[in-house]
């Protein structure tokens, strides 16, 4: 890898070469106007009482600026390439930065385990500030951390994008007083539980779910777009859950009526989605999201991960509800038989041809199945939750879709008669 000093018409910036590919950091033109929207974009979303940690050095413009906007918050950065680091830390590029007391540069190869697991779990990722090229010089080693902060970026800028759609809902949402879940916490200690998605494989267990049902034996929390294929076969869940900002999940409760069942809503919900519903509700607050953090600690309620989907926040809500053994169903996380949902809801299309770019293992590990970049972040975040509450039995029995890592593949029938003796 070759590195130089490259003159623009404003301030100098880094050229990199590799591989027969050139890399100029910032910009070609103009660095000083990138870094300049860089930094307000972060300061827009930084949380000002949490650590804040900067992927990539780049040419350490966009360090300097968002330094001296918060000249009282300590910043550590990291860059994962040890040849850029090293030859940054000599470069003129690094004088201003090392004179900046709030500024802490680290080699990602150099922080502890115990740091780089805090990076990921415990740092907000609106005080994740990642440079993109920090990304493009990233060695191949480290190529599962891209991954990582690539889907992070996903994530952010899926939220960015409905950040006024979310707020809005949630003042109109907050105007309800409905209660939170505080007084929740092991409602259902020690009942086994099924949480209910709605990708194709739920047509394949509806029977049996409507056997569990009337056994009323095991806990059944669905998802929104669950509800109507499974109404329409006479199975009622013991709660669900909808958090979409977005009025597509009006056609999940519409003509639907379910008087006795709760209603766990995220805060940021659609508001005309949740006055569908005529029975119980609980308001839920998440992480991530600065008003519904304050509310929570406000009404003494938790905070729920929500992991950018309905099952992934649903999983944490009724872990807090008190599952200790807890089986999907219906969690395809890919596209199964070329179907995105199950029968009987509103979402269900065949995507025939169309080429998403991902593969993953399938269900049974005798091949690949087609998946989708939101699915894939889905399934990475149960594979991780799984990882770390290691005191759970959780066990995926959708028999169809993506395989999911660290959790236990059975068939829904063995996880029944299990959990029932």
């Avoid at 006055?275 to 308001?283: A, E, F, S, W, Y």
């Avoid at 991530?288 to 953090?293: D, H, K, N, T, V």
């Avoid at 199964?336 to 199950?342: G, P, R």
Wanted: net charge positive; aromatic share 10%.
């Amino acid at each position: 890898m070759k590195i130089s000093i490259f003159e623009t018409r404003t301030v100098p910036t880094i050229k990199i070469e590799n591989h027969q590919n050139n890399l100029i950091f910032h910009s070609k033109y103009d660095p000083m106007r990138e870094v300049n929207a860089w930094c307000k974009n972060a300061l827009e979303e930084i949380k000002p009482l949490e650590e804040i940690v900067i992927i990539g050095l780049a040419a350490g413009y966009h360090i300097i600026q968002l330094a001296e906007a918060l000249p009282g918050k300590n910043i550590t950065v990291i860059e994962f390439n040890e040849i850029f680091y090293k030859w940054f830390k000599k470069s003129p590029f690094s004088v201003k930065i090392k004179e900046m007391n709030n500024v802490t540069v680290k080699h990602f190869g150099n922080i502890s385990k115990e740091q780089r697991l805090n990076i990921f779990s415990t740092i907000p990722s609106t005080n994740l500030l990642i440079h993109k090229n920090g990304l493009d010089i990233m060695p191949t080693e480290y190529m599962q951390v891209k991954e990582i902060l690539e889907d992070i970026q996903f994530q952010k800028k899926s939220i960015n994008n409905q950040i006024e759609n979310m707020k809005s809902n949630f003042f109109k949402n907050v105007a309800l007083n409905d209660k939170g879940i505080g007084n929740l916490k092991n409602k259902y200690l020690g009942k086994p539980m099924i949480l209910i998605s709605a990708g194709p494989s739920l047509d394949k267990q509806l029977d049996l779910l409507k056997k569990i049902h009337y056994e009323n034996k095991i806990i059944l929390g669905a998802v929104g777009t669950a509800i109507k294929p499974l109404i329409k076969n006479n199975i009622i869940p013991d709660f669900f859950s909808i958090i979409d900002p977005n009025p597509e999940t009006l056609n999940q409760l519409k003509d639907t009526y379910l008087p006795e069942t709760i209603l766990f809503y995220l805060s940021t919900a659609y508001h005309e989605t949740i006055m569908l519903h005529k029975g119980p509700r609980k308001i839920i607050w998440q992480k991530g999201f600065e008003g519904a953090e304050k509310l929570a600690v406000k009404m003494s309620d938790p905070i729920i991960q929500t992991g950018g989907s309905v099952a992934t926040a649903l999983l944490d809500l009724m872990v807090y509800l008190g599952a200790g053994k807890l089986a999907l169903v219906g969690q395809d996380l890919a596209f199964t038989d070329n179907l995105s949902h199950a029968q009987h809801t509103h979402a269900q299309r065949n995507i025939g041809e169309v080429n998403f770019g991902y593969k993953t293992i399938n269900y049974h590990r005798n091949g690949y199945v087609t998946t989708a970049k939101n699915l894939t972040i889905y399934r990475k975040w149960f594979e991780y939750y799984a990882l770390v509450h290691t005191n759970l039995e959780l066990y995926n029995c959708t028999e169809g879709g993506a395989y999911i890592n660290n959790w236990k593949h059975v068939k829904l029938d063995q996880f029944y008669k299990k959990v029932i003796q």
